[in-house]
């Protein structure tokens, strides 16, 4: 078995030590706010052995905890969202350090699915003005950024796609709804809804173990959905 760190040891951090032995990985590192607050955690000592980590932490802590673990040699998964104002300085750590990161707003294997969906649709009504869109989703009341780094992701996805009209977004945070997200064209004669619903936070937590098992010998800065669909 490979060894395996945390960043972040909240609900799902607890998923992925559950389901790790099914993807050859052995938790031997847990790091939150208990044990990492100043990244006092992330020593050559802690790391030892360590094959991979995954960091679903909070927004603020990515940048220097990819700047740490990739000085340590030790590739990278990023599940959290809301640090991409920092990405120039993740990816400078990555190059500088010659390690590897994949990073994605979401790791269902689904949601990376409904990526290509949204785009496709946005690619076809991009030149029809009379189609308006709108972009919708819902998460737990814990939840700390929104929009969601995955309705964000969908949005640019129908922007690279051509689609340059106004797009309506809204966001709900509610109760412990583990993620729904929506897009939709509508015109006077008829309405086009796109829809993707989590279950529970195990898809997640399968595509960040997927993703940990292709980067244990990785470099370079990657995104899930490009090496999911390779």
């Known amino acids: ?34 044990n990492n607050a100043s990244f006092e955690g992330i020593t050559a000592e802690n790391f030892r052995g360590v094959d991979v980590a995954i960091d679903f932490s909070i927004p603020g802590a990515v940048a220097e905890n990819a700047e740490r673990v990739s000085a340590l040699g030790v590739p990278l998964v990023v599940g959290t969202t809301g640090w991409l104002d920092q990405a120039d300085r993740v990816k400078a750590a990555i190059a500088k350090n010659n390690t590897g990161l994949v990073w994605s707003p979401n790791y269902s294997i689904g949601v990376n699915a409904f ?55 809204n966001s709900n945070r509610a109760g412990a709804h583990p993620g729904t997200h929506e897009i939709g064209f509508d015109s006077a004669a008829d309405t086009i809804t796109l829809r993707h619903t989590a279950r529970g936070r195990e898809g997640f937590a399968r595509g960040a173990l997927k993703a940990a098992q292709w980067v244990a010998e990785k470099t370079g800065f990657h995104e899930f959905a490009d090496i999911l669909f390779r």
Not at 8 to 34: N, R
Not at 124 to 144: F, Q, R, V
């Open 115 to 169: 990526f290509r969906i949204v785009a496709e649709a946005a690619r076809l009504l991009k030149d029809e003005p009379s189609y308006g869109s709108w972009a919708w989703e819902i998460h737990h009341s814990t939840k700390k950024d929104a929009p969601s780094g995955t309705l964000l992701k969908l949005i640019e996805e129908m922007k690279q796609a051509g689609y340059a009209r106004t797009i309506d977004v």
């Open 1 to 34: 078995m490979m060894n395996l760190a945390l960043l972040g040891y909240g609900k799902m951090g607890k998923t992925i030590e559950q389901l790790a032995p099914e993807y050859d990985f052995k938790v031997s590192l847990k790091l939150d706010e208990f």
